[in-house]
């Protein structure tokens, strides 16, 4: 009745679990043996109360677990007689002695018992992240041991318990490389051997049944643990070969066990499977003329993988591959002929062969004539295309060099014809595929087709797809650079793609890739015959002139010009460079207000050339620089700033003294200056240069006498400051913003927990062992009066979180319960502000609340094991889901995070979120409302679709009656509907 009640009311039953639970383990341990079915349903409402209501059981989980275990190997009527360490060969001697296992009652239904102990334990595992260690060492050792479980049923509720521990160690541990001792991931590799060992004791076992979960504990295993059967393959090989050869065995298990095989021959060294490769290869190339198309698909993936370990190097040092060559490629080749057969198993096919030809082809010279016209027949099926162009791309990179002179001028033909097709997928490969073959067989291609390929290049670049642009652009510089000797090629090139390209440069949304394409195709037009570096250069400044009728180029465009006009003076030599500088040094000079643009693209042109070129020949730069400072302009003085700075990192000996005088004596430009400063900073901190010590003493002397700044954009620049150089001189800069952590001056406080943010980075650095011992200083001011500090310590341990989790973790349960309260509103911090005839609300604690449910979504993401979710989702999340827009749209992704990897927690509140969701969908925004408050309102709508859509997906959803009811209300609302299917479908 309990389970029951339980299933029917979700986590309205949690106050009641104080009366009910100690019950349910009394009548569990003091039941009689004849009494199995009460310690069934008693073990069945545990584990519902586990996926229902885990906040409120929390303090019972040690006695369930205890409880779980116990019950799990409960078999009273059964004695097993076989040692637990017995050998390989007494163990098949005794596969069939039917007078090892002792039965003492016919009717026994202890089974039940077990199988409900496995489900209440897996319940456990799904709910309790947080333990996950202490579960591999209470729970892991049990459940391998229970492999061996006699009755198949139970058994598999054994093996899906134990993979999803492992799903949940993959859960917790993602992202996350360093490992220590009690770590979840260190743990479990402790136990590889045991449960190799137990599972090859399965994989003798006649039942395919067990044959397939043996296996798919296995493949998860190494999804979690990638490396970690290198000392245990010689012990697996004889099951997957009997699983692939044995008459009796069913598609179903050779799937498994190909998948398998796959992923361990992918996930481990070559030299590893080197001694079982004759035994391995055999049964996998005969599953490669399997009838069944998904098992004949595996294998041909598999046959993918074994080309690249049983030939890992093209020297081939160590292993003599040459016997596998001719089996491999007459095992594909009868696949890539057959035309009458499934899309999946022709797509593998030509996957494979491509790998065979690039890895192989030396071995393969006689062969090359037949199979290479049939990969070019496939580029002419539309539903085979795509794999084939992939195909040749892999051929063409091939160290071997294949030989391609029967075909190259089809394939050429071919996927210049593809750049016109409207399959996106196909173009992105299609010009990957003509980069490596034009770099590969550049001499063999004639100008002619170069001309058709470059026309069709220039419809590819425009800023409504960067990507797409981006590979255009590489194969234009490829093009070039392999044809040099060609007019007609780089005239083609000016004629065609110039003009997009000087289109694109002022596009605002130019950035990444396709900028840093952009920049080494200008550089490669200098060397192209036909183009002059003068009139390269003129085009480029003419582009940042505003067209008629036109609001002026975009910021972000005048930044691009630049860095493209840097680009090319370099490349041009000194003597275009030098005199390039002069003549916008010149336009400097020029103090009339209508020349502000010029002066605004000639300070960003001289800073990006002077990050890359010292100019210190230049005389008086920095000072013809400095007066820009004087601009009315706030566009001019910020690129003055950067200018500054970026000259200044070519030449620190001369510019940074100049610099830091300046700070010194000119007040109001101190500000402008320190953002000079920070451009030196931090490049100095990217290339690791140290600073002169005296140079080191000053700076900080002047970076601390602003950090109780009233301006916040200079506290800003000071923490970024202090953080790049920190990582820079870490033993310094430590302790001293340790000291100030308990300055009297709140500004302090939060900028240094901000420098502190800004020296943390991904890759490993020298501050990480020094600032390990000092982290609890900086982010427990989380609880600081206030609220500047507070969010600095916010801000700095979600940095943490994501960079470097494992700094953090030990301090996460005393952090934790200090970071939800952040996600409350305050009253306190909720202001009137009279505006004469109007009043209005003021909330200071908004960006505070907003960066502590940012913070939890990192969480979640790096150090999951450390979190409990249901005493977050109730009731802070819940509260989020209920707050500002600001606040709404992280609460809405966190939401869905957790429906994703703690299913069972969100489902244990789901009635108490449908409430604010419902609310979000259901808002109207009034009548005289502004477009930005219309189009805020669609993505906020959006946003708690998604999370909808999230909260969908689990299984079991349609428990809650309040949930289903609003999926209905959704789906009878057209404007609702449309939307709610665009947001699944994405």
């Not at 383990?25 to 310690?39: F, G, K, Q, V």
């Not at 992939?390 to 071919?414: G, Y």
């Not at 000087?502 to 080494?520: E, F, H, M, V």
């Not at 827009?885 to 509140?909: F, Q, T």
Request: aromatic share 6%.
């Amino acid at each position: 009745m309990f389970w029951c009640l339980s299933r029917a009311v979700g986590y309205r039953f949690g106050p009641y679990l104080g009366d009910t639970v100690p019950v349910l383990i009394n009548y569990c341990t003091s039941a009689s043996e004849n009494d199995e079915e009460l310690r069934e349903y008693g073990l069945q409402a545990l584990e519902s109360f586990l996926l229902r209501c885990p906040r409120d059981i929390y303090s019972y989980c040690d006695e369930i677990l205890h409880l779980a275990l116990e019950y799990l190997s409960y078999d009273p009527n059964f004695t097993d007689n076989m040692e637990e360490d017995t050998d390989d060969e007494s163990h098949e001697e005794d596969e069939d002695d039917d007078s090892a296992n002792e039965y003492t009652d016919d009717e026994d239904v202890s089974w039940k018992v077990r199988r409900a102990a496995a489900k209440c334990l897996a319940a456990l595992i799904v709910s309790r992240p947080e333990v996950l260690a202490k579960l591999y060492v209470e729970a892991c050792p049990k459940l391998i041991d229970r492999f061996k479980e006699r009755e198949e049923n139970v058994k598999m509720d054994v093996f899906n318990t134990f993979i999803e521990l492992l799903r949940q160690t993959g859960n917790v541990t993602k992202g996350q490389i360093d490992m220590n001792e009690s770590s979840p991931r260190c743990l479990l590799n402790q136990e590889v051997p045991k449960i190799v060992k137990s599972i090859n004791r399965q994989l003798r076992e006649k039942s395919i049944k067990t044959k397939v979960g043996a296996f798919s504990v296995l493949r998860e295993l190494v999804v979690v643990l990638p490396d970690c059967l290198a000392e245990h393959i010689g012990s697996l090989i004889p099951g997957i070969e009997k699983a692939l050869n044995d008459k009796s065995s069913t598609s179903n298990l050779k799937i498994e066990a190909l998948t398998f095989t796959r992923l361990v021959l992918a996930s481990h060294s070559p030299p590893v499977f080197h001694p079982y490769i004759k035994a391995l290869s055999s049964p996998v190339l005969s599953a490669v003329g399997e009838r069944y198309y998904k098992v004949t698909a595996e294998a041909l993936r598999v046959c993918g993988e074994l080309v690249r370990v049983v030939r890992p190097n093209i020297q081939g040092y160590g292993f003599d591959f040459k016997p596998y060559v001719r089996p491999l490629y007459n095992a594909i080749m009868s696949r890539l002929t057959n035309q009458d057969q499934d899309q999946e198993v022709k797509e593998c096919a030509i996957s494979c062969m491509g790998l065979v030809i690039s890895t192989f082809g030396d071995n393969l010279k006689t062969e090359l004539p037949v199979c290479l016209p049939v990969l070019v027949d496939r580029m002419g099926n539309e539903i085979t295309r795509l794999t084939a162009v992939k195909a040749f791309a892999v051929i063409a990179t091939s160290p071997l060099r294949i030989d391609l002179p029967c075909v190259l001028e089809n394939v050429i033909a071919e996927l210049t014809a593809f750049l016109r097709k409207a399959n996106r997928a196909l173009r992105q490969a299609t010009l990957g595929t003509l980069n490596s073959l034009i770099v590969a067989y550049g001499d063999q291609i004639g100008s002619s087709a170069y001309e058709v390929i470059i026309v069709e290049l220039s419809t590819l670049i425009s800023d409504s797809d960067l990507h797409m642009a981006a590979l255009a652009l590489e194969l234009c510089c490829t093009l070039m650079t392999d044809r040099k000797s060609s007019p007609n090629v780089g005239l083609a090139v000016r004629n065609k793609v110039l003009p997009q390209a000087l289109t694109l440069i002022k596009s605002p949304l130019l950035q990444g890739q396709a900028l840093l394409a952009l920049r080494n195709f200008f550089a490669a037009l200098v060397y192209s015959a036909n183009t002059s570096f003068d009139t390269l250069l003129d085009s480029l400044l003419s582009s940042a002139k505003p067209a008629p009728q036109s609001g002026g180029v975009a910021k972000q465009a005048l930044y691009s010009i630049a860095q493209c006009v840097a680009v090319l003076c370099l490349a041009a030599g000194d003597k275009k460079c030098s005199s390039t500088v002069d003549m916008l040094t010149e336009m400097l000079k020029d103090d009339s207000s209508t020349n502000s643009a010029k002066q605004h693209l000639a300070l960003l042109c001289l800073g990006e050339i002077g990050r890359r070129k010292d100019l210190s020949l230049h005389a008086n730069i920095e000072t013809i620089i400095i007066e820009s400072f004087q601009s009315p302009f706030e566009e001019i003085k910020s690129a003055a700033s950067y200018a500054l700075g970026n000259i200044a990192v070519s030449n620190l000996s001369k510019y940074l003294p100049f610099i830091l005088d300046q700070i010194d004596n000119q007040q109001k430009k101190q500000y402008l200056l320190l953002h000079s400063l920070k451009e030196v900073i931090v490049r100095q901190s990217v290339d690791k240069a140290e600073f002169q010590d005296s140079s080191v003493e000053k700076i900080l002397k002047l970076l601390f006498t602003h950090c109780e700044s009233d301006e916040e954009g200079v506290r800003n620049v000071v923490a970024e400051c202090l953080g790049k150089i920190a990582l820079v001189e870490p033993a310094k800069l430590v302790p001293a913003l340790k000291v100030r952590t308990t300055s009297p001056a709140a500004f302090t406080r939060a900028t240094v927990v901000i420098a502190v943010k800004y020296s943390i980075v991904e890759r490993p650095e020298k501050i990480d062992e020094i600032i390990y011992p000092e982290i609890s200083s900086f982010l427990m001011l989380i609880k600081d009066h206030d609220r500047h500090v507070r969010r600095a310590a916010v801000l700095a341990l979600s940095t943490f979180a994501h960079n470097k989790p494992n700094l953090i973790k030990g301090l996460l349960p005393e952090l934790l319960p200090l970071l939800y309260d952040q996600t409350v509103v305050k009253q306190e911090l909720i202001r009137t502000v009279d505006l004469g005839p109007f009043k209005h609300v003021v909330d200071d604690g908004l960006e505070l609340r907003k960066a502590a449910f940012e913070c939890v979504d990192t969480l979640l993401d790096s150090c999951l094991d450390q979190l409990n979710p249901s005493s977050f989702i109730v009731p802070y999340l819940k509260s989020g889901l209920d707050d500002h827009y600001d606040v709404k749209m992280p609460c809405h992704l966190i939401l869905s995070k957790l429906a994703d990897k703690c299913p069972s927690a969100v489902l244990a509140v789901l009635d108490s979120l449908v409430d604010p969701l419902q609310k979000t969908i259901n808002f109207k925004p009034k009548l005289d409302a502004v477009k930005q408050e219309v189009d805020r309102n669609e993505d906020m709508i959006r946003s708690a679709l998604r999370a909808i859509v999230s909260l969908n997906r689990i299984s079991g959803g349609d428990c809650s009656l309040k949930f289903k009811n609003l999926i209905s209300e959704i789906s009878k609302s057209p404007s609702l509907r449309d939307k709610y299917y665009s947001t699944r479908n994405e």
